[in-house]
């Protein structure tokens, strides 16, 4: 009989992650049944990442409303996956990481009595409100969870400490290196893709692409919950002054369609010649931009990761990380949502050049890019 794994995900960077791994329980198809399940939390985020990776699942739940809360997305999923659970009846579900999404998932395969496999186990930043709801929501998919696949040695020292049992525990890498390196790939290997991807961006901005991709640009997102209403604000005065105080310096913004966020972000940063405002990229014109920029301006938690594989110092606008690695290694630095300490980190990296190099120097603590192929013995092990 063969294994029947249902993995489930619904927002752009869960996508993103277990991309890599849908594609690698497929290769295994003698021994196990793999299905897809998304929630569509994201709609057209998502839909993105499934074009990309050429995912076509096998339940949709459709659920994304305009502005949606955290007892919305809860509700509309634990009940459609009831339904997706009674008919598929998997051996195991395979959720990632801390969206809403992940622990509602692991709730409902819980609910019924199937083995929950979380992926990217094991972050924390130890403060339940921050980031929020993620903090709470990686603690509670943790503990529904019976497999533990952990990023790195770090993860696993935390779910140590909460006593998760030992055998259960697996460092395996982050995903987000599969995938960034399958991206990488694609692109390098395709002078057609490339191009596809150059006129995707020609379409998205509004003035001559070439002109920002040969300056000094600072790619910028942002889209926490508790940074919504003065936290955003701050960001947005900060871009301001970076903006002013350098007119040769662009800032790429493709700003998330959550409209707690794109409310405040166009009010305030819409007008000014050298910020880039922009729809969100689809993956690999996102990757694109990434490597060729000076340094990155976020809260993302998956761009922590990626950044410093390019060797991109990145300023992150939140107080906590639930990903130190990188902070140790002197690549991402925590700047909060404070205007002037946002504006003074920024100043530093444009005009000291050796403090930028200290931070620029390309770091990998997140995996070697073979997370999945390990993740996948572990499951046929199981
Ligand atoms: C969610 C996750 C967050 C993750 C982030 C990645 C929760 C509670 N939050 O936050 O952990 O870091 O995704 O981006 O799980 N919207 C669209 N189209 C889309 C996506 C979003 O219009 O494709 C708009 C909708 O109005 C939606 C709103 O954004 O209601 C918020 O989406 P939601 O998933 O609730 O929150 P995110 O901020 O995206
Ligand atoms: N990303 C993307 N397009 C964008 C911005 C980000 O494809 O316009 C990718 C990025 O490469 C990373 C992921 O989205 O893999 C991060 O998602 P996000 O910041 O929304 O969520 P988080 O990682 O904070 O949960």
Redesign the pocket.
Known sequence: MKKKILSVFG????A??MAPLVKELEKNKDIIDSKVCVTAQ?RE?LD??LEIFDIHPDYDLDIMKPNQDLYEITSRVLLKMRDVLDDYKPDMVLVH???TTSTTAALAAFYKQIAVGHIEAGLRTGNIYS?WP?EMNRKMTGALSTWHFAPTQLARENLRTENVKEANIFVTGNT?ID??YLAASKIKSSPELEQSIIEELNGLFHTDLASVLNSKYILV????RENFGDGFIHICESLQEIAREFPEVNIVY???LNPNVKGPVYDLLKGFKNIHL??????????YL?ERCYFVL?????????APSFGKPVLVMRNTTERPEAVHAGTVKLVGTDKDKIVTETRRLIKEQSYYNSMAEAHNPYGDGKACERITKQLINF
């Not at 927002?11 to 869960?14: A, D, M, V």
């Not at 997102?221 to 926490?224: A, L």
């Open positions: 927002t752009r960077p869960e993103i992650k994201h985020m993105q990442v990481g801390d969206t980031p993620e987000v995938a960034l997102t942002g889209h926490r493709p700003v998330h922009i729809q969100p990229l689809s993956y690999l014109p996102f990757i990434l976020t809260d993302s938690g998956g761009i922590q990761e990626e």
